[in-house]
């Protein structure tokens, strides 16, 4: 028998009780892509389809023992964070990661869910700016977190240039703003990094409210592709089909936003392919360039 070593991840998030997010959906993607998956939970939430029923933060001794229990044994290739909830949660996960030299870090700035309820305490915002994001590989807002993050109103594409300058700004090797929440016929997702390149990832919008836990999923299959050793570009390219065919196959479940179907992409593939156009922009600040 020939064993195989895996790349080994690391999620630090909420649990979500209905499965269509949090730690659950991105155990669930690591699998899907072939990582090993360890998790760090900051705190419990009491959800379904419908909504968020309760928030139960994890008190800091045991948020603090499982960074620690992992980062003593395991060789973490790439992270993900998504809720964090408090500011004492993002000291400790920041200091975690300096401590064991924490590299590939993909930073999802959860702050509300789907359904409304607030998932990141107000003032936690600016402790993500300042001592997070410097730490990050790419940081993955949608526009409403993109919004907050930056203090900017979202309606244009040259707004969006502008907010992900911005968040460079803030010292974030990357940034990816996700349109799942615009109206268009498209999906597009923008990418731009310190150098000024930009990447535009589109795919058909699919019709449908089962949407539940999309940004989860996606920066999941980030981390796991990075972790693999990919390109910034492939593992784009790969989280953006994975998560347009876990969209398409969504199955019906709960009365509310469904889950999406994170094995869809290893059944089914996807119909259309993702495009992926490149263009340059001039940084009018001058960050790491
Ligand atoms: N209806 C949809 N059709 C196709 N892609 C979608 C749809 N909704 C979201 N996406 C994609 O899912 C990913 C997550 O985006 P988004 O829903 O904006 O994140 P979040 O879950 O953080 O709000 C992005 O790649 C986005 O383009
Ligand atoms: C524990 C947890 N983490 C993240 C989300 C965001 O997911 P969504 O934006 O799809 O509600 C969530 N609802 N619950």
Known sequence: MTSKVLPC???IAGSD????AGIQADIKSFQERDVFGTSVITAVTAQNTTGVQGVFPLETKAIEQQLDSIGEDFKISALKTGMLFDVSTIALVVDAIKKFSWENLVVDP????T???????????????????PLARIVTPNIPEAEHLTELKIDKDTDIIRASEKIL???SHSVLIKGGHGRSEIAEDIYMDQ????IRLRSRRLETTNTHGTGCTYS??????LAKGREMEEALMTAKRFIQAAIEHAIPLGHGHGPTYH???RHHGIKEDVRCDHETVDLFYHGNK
């Open 115 to 133: 359904t409304g309820h607030i998932l990141l305490e107000h003032e936690a915002i600016e402790t993500i700016k300042s001592q997070l994001l």
């Open 169 to 171: 700004s803030m010292g």
């Open 9 to 11: 991840v690391l999620t």
């Open 263 to 265: 094995a869809a992409y």
């Open 195 to 198: 150098t000024g390149s930009l």
């Open 110 to 113: 959860v702050m509300v869910s």
């Open 220 to 225: 999941a299959v980030l981390a796991a592709e």
């Open 17 to 20: 009780s209905g499965g269509g």
